[in-house]
């Protein structure tokens, strides 16, 4: 039987496993197979309750195809938010070379999209968990611009010679409070590690400490951008301003997405940076 004849078979094992999505799961698995025998391996790990990222081992964000594998946290599509705010402040620089870290990088999906959006960028990319910053090296590999990533805790593993030197600081921090990780779909609590999920007893924990230490990082005029949720940005709002920044909140109805969006003063009497790329790290 052709593949292309198997989609509703596997929509009705896949209904049957709870799989809200079943039909667009099942035409991503079918096109996906190779062989009849592989696409019935890829519908027993789904219906098993490993993500569909993980059985397909991509995912899409921002139009790009994100390589994910087991133990590896799945970029979320309204995340897509913070990074294109991310890129938009990037461009507002009008000029090549911009210096981006990417804390928390995960699969290195917010990196991926910020190293194809902007002009020559240096990137750093950041994150404690070895799995993830082997995937994020994986798909940053081919990234264009001057890309690094690293494995260590927030700050711990960058160079010091970007301290002060940071035009974007994106940190897609967990924020998820700790007694609500028991509630999440199984997908993440089961098959994503609790470090990428976990932010704390109100869920700001790893923000704070993302913010205390964002201002000897940044440049001047230096932007610190993290996703949070809606109930939770005051206190995110708060979390900032005591760090010495200024904040604002991006909202996306449409992707129900809340970022916090985070200046650095800028020095008096500091002129514009001169045009073209700054000094490598």
């Not at 991926?112 to 993830?132: E, W």
């Given at each position: 039987?052709?593949?292309?004849?198997s989609?509703?078979?596997?929509?009705?094992?896949?209904?049957?496993?709870?799989?809200?999505?079943?039909e667009d799961?099942?035409?991503?698995?079918?096109?996906a197979?190779?062989?009849?025998?592989?696409?019935?391996?890829m519908v027993?790990?789904?219906?098993?309750?490993?993500?569909?990222?993980?059985?397909?081992?991509w995912?899409e964000f921002?139009?790009?195809?994100?390589?994910?594998g087991?133990?590896?946290?799945?970029?979320r599509?309204r995340?897509?938010?913070?990074?294109?705010e991310?890129?938009a402040l990037?461009?507002a620089?009008?000029?090549?070379?911009?210096?981006?870290?990417?804390?928390?990088?995960?699969s290195?999906?917010v990196?991926?999209?910020l190293?194809?959006?902007?002009?020559?960028?240096?990137?750093?990319?950041?994150?404690?968990?070895p799995?993830?910053?082997?995937?994020a090296r994986r798909?940053l590999a081919?990234?264009?611009?001057?890309?690094?990533?690293h494995e260590?805790?927030?700050?711990?593993?960058?160079?010091?010679?970007?301290?002060?030197?940071v035009?974007v600081?994106?940190?897609?921090?967990?924020?998820?409070?700790?007694?609500?990780?028991?509630?999440l779909?199984?997908?993440?609590r089961?098959?994503?590690?609790?470090?990428a999920?976990?932010?704390?007893?109100?869920?700001?924990?790893?923000?704070?400490?993302?913010a205390?230490?964002?201002?000897?990082w940044?440049?001047?005029?230096?932007?610190?951008?993290?996703?949070?949720g809606?109930?939770?940005a005051?206190?995110?709002?708060?979390?900032?301003a005591?760090?010495g920044?200024?904040?604002?909140v991006?909202?996306?109805?449409?992707?129900?997405?809340?970022?916090v969006?985070a200046?650095?003063?800028?020095?008096?009497?500091?002129?514009?940076r001169?045009?073209?790329?700054?000094?490598r790290?």
């Amino acid at each position: 039987m052709p593949l292309a004849a198997s989609v509703a078979p596997v929509v009705s094992a896949l209904r049957a496993a709870g799989c809200v999505f079943a039909e667009d799961e099942a035409r991503l698995l079918v096109s996906a197979a190779r062989t009849p025998g592989e696409l019935a391996a890829m519908v027993e790990r789904r219906a098993a309750g490993l993500p569909l990222e993980h059985v397909l081992g991509w995912a899409e964000f921002c139009g790009l195809r994100i390589a994910v594998g087991p133990g590896v946290f799945v970029p979320r599509r309204r995340t897509e938010f913070l990074a294109r705010e991310a890129a938009a402040l990037g461009h507002a620089l009008g000029r090549p070379g911009a210096v981006v870290v990417d804390l928390c990088c995960g699969s290195g999906a917010v990196g991926a999209f910020l190293a194809a959006a902007l002009d020559r960028p240096v990137l750093h990319a950041a994150d404690i968990d070895p799995s993830a910053v082997a995937c994020a090296r994986r798909n940053l590999a081919a990234a264009d611009g001057d890309v690094h990533v690293h494995e260590g805790d927030l700050y711990d593993p960058l160079p010091a010679g970007l301290r002060g030197r940071v035009d974007v600081l994106v940190a897609n921090v967990p924020y998820v409070p700790s007694d609500a990780v028991a509630l999440l779909p199984p997908e993440a609590r089961d098959h994503e590690p609790r470090v990428a999920l976990d932010g704390g007893a109100d869920g700001l924990d790893v923000l704070r400490r993302v913010a205390a230490a964002a201002p000897e990082w940044l440049a001047p005029g230096g932007r610190l951008l993290f996703e949070t949720g809606e109930e939770q940005a005051p206190a995110a709002v708060a979390a900032v301003a005591r760090a010495g920044l200024e904040a604002r909140v991006a909202v996306s109805e449409e992707l129900y997405a809340t970022v916090v969006i985070a200046s650095a003063p800028r020095r008096s009497g500091a002129g514009p940076r001169a045009a073209g790329n700054p000094r490598r790290a």
